[in-house]
């Protein structure tokens, strides 16, 4: 296991700008629970090349708040770059935007920081009065090969799992993407079929295991999903109460 995350260290490191900036617009993408849009600013269309502006990308979070989001694969001066970062992204003259709108800062780079530059930096940002987000090599390789494994196998050539367990909305997508538009995609509308769903949902409540079995196409994988997502959307109203 061990050996597997200096792989992806190294592969990190290796990485050019835009694949650093599609990977890490993906990761933000499958990390955040709640968002209503991101917008590749700094990418061009259809190329897998960047493009110089501020900031790199931008999304709407929880609550529908503004983040802005800034990467580099710079090996030197990272303090300084970030801070100069962040002077851009607070600079209206350059975003078109009041920094009174901008929640936070999110800052993607793949290198490591020390305690005094991290610290350094969150002081910074405080100053400005801007919260700062800082995901470095580390958290993007741990991250990665304990929840994102698709990353590394789309983005970095290397494969973590063996293709059998896959995160939710990469499941969905693969599936439909093999049905080749032959089957009913999985993430079409949930209609009727409500006792069933109960059922699933009471024996949930008490149970950690459950088994759906039945004949292929009786449409066990849809009322599965179905329920996981009832089963999300429960566990969230609780933890925000």
């Given at each position: 296991m061990s050996g597997r995350l200096?792989?992806?260290?190294?592969?990190?490191?290796?990485?050019?700008?835009?694949?650093f900036q599609n990977l890490c617009d993906t990761y933000l993408v499958m990390r955040e629970n709640e968002y209503s849009s991101l917008n590749?600013?700094?990418?061009?269309?259809?190329?897998?090349?960047?493009?110089?502006?501020t900031p790199d990308s931008f999304m709407r979070i929880s609550g529908n708040k503004l983040a802005y989001i800034e990467y580099t694969t710079q090996a030197t001066a990272i303090?300084?770059?970030?801070?100069e970062d962040i002077d851009k992204c607070l600079d209206e003259s350059k975003t078109g935007v009041e920094t009174n709108e901008v929640h936070k800062i999110i800052v993607c780079f793949n290198s490591r920081l020390k305690v005094s530059e991290e610290t350094s930096l969150q002081k910074y940002a405080s100053?400005?009065?801007?919260?700062?987000?800082?995901?470095g090599i580390d958290t993007l390789a741990?991250?990665?090969?304990?929840?994102?494994?698709?990353?590394?196998?789309?983005?970095l050539g290397m494969s973590l799992d063996?293709?059998?367990?896959l995160p939710f909305d990469v499941f969905i997508g693969e599936y439909n993407n093999k049905?080749?538009?032959?089957?009913t995609p999985l993430d079409n509308l949930f209609f009727h079929r409500k006792l069933e769903l109960d059922s699933i949902q009471a024996i949930l409540n008490s149970k950690n295991l459950l088994i759906l079995s039945g004949a292929a196409g009786v449409?066990?994988?849809k009322i599965g999903i179905e329920a996981i997502n009832v089963l999300k959307t429960k566990t969230l109203h609780i933890y925000l109460m």
């Open positions: 200096q792989l992806l260290e190294q592969k990190l490191l290796a990485i050019d700008g835009a694949g590749r600013t700094g990418s061009q269309l259809g190329k897998l090349k960047t493009i110089i502006g303090v300084k770059k970030i801070k100053k400005k009065k801007i919260n700062l987000e800082l995901i741990l991250d990665i090969m304990s929840k994102y494994y698709s990353l590394a196998r789309d983005f063996t293709g059998q367990i049905a080749n538009q032959l089957s449409g066990k994988t």
